[in-house]
């Protein structure tokens, strides 16, 4: 109940869920804004690959497209005030949608991948229901996976720690090694 926040037409709600009771909710009257997450730290060229969980119930809604989920991004800034750091919103982007939805009375998967460009330093989920004008829309079990090794610029050091592993104990001139790499050459330590 507390990663909900009630505000609008989005509420937490205890009576349904996917894999266990209780997720967000959206009662649709063409008036309902966007939900947005907490925010997760990225780099750029990072695949993020986006997930939620929905179902809907007596949806009633007008063109296409009625949920969406999306992400929307956020860039790092200096605040001219205060000087402090400030993530400034840089716009959104759809990842999967439903349209032309029929009441199922199940849970539907919607998911995708983004990958992260230049100038983008934070993303949140968004859960949408634009063109929803009645009935309720539940979202459920939404995650965001990094698919890729981790960069250097998220941990810095991680990069030139595998390279010097790979060189040293392997004997390999380069960089640019893989996580792979260095397994094979730790491996090759009892040698």
């Known amino acids: 109940p507390n990663t909900v926040v009630s505000s609008g037409q989005w509420s937490w709600w205890g009576e349904d869920g996917h894999l266990a009771l209780g997720c967000a909710r959206v009662d649709c009257n063409g008036l309902q804004d966007d939900l947005v997450s907490n925010e997760i730290l990225v780099v750029k060229d990072e695949n993020i690959e986006v997930t939620v969980v929905v179902k809907w119930v007596g949806l009633d809604y007008t063109g296409t497209e009625p949920i969406v989920l999306g992400v929307e991004k956020y860039r790092k800034g200096k605040d001219p005030d205060s000087g402090g750091t400030i993530y400034m919103d840089v716009g959104s982007v759809n990842i999967d949608t439903v349209t032309s939805p029929a009441d199922t009375g ?48 998220a941990v810095p050091g991680v990069g030139r720690t595998v390279d010097n592993v790979v060189t040293q104990l392997n004997g390999q001139t380069g960089s640019g090694f893989t996580h792979d790499d260095e397994a094979a050459a730790l491996s090759n330590t009892a040698q």
């Open 106 to 153: 199940g849970w539907l998967t919607l998911t995708g991948t983004y990958v992260v460009p230049a100038r983008v330093d934070q993303l949140r989920f968004r859960f949408s229901a634009p063109n929803a004008t009645g009935g309720y829309v539940l979202w459920d079990e939404a995650v965001f996976e990094k698919t890729d090794l981790i960069p250097d610029e």
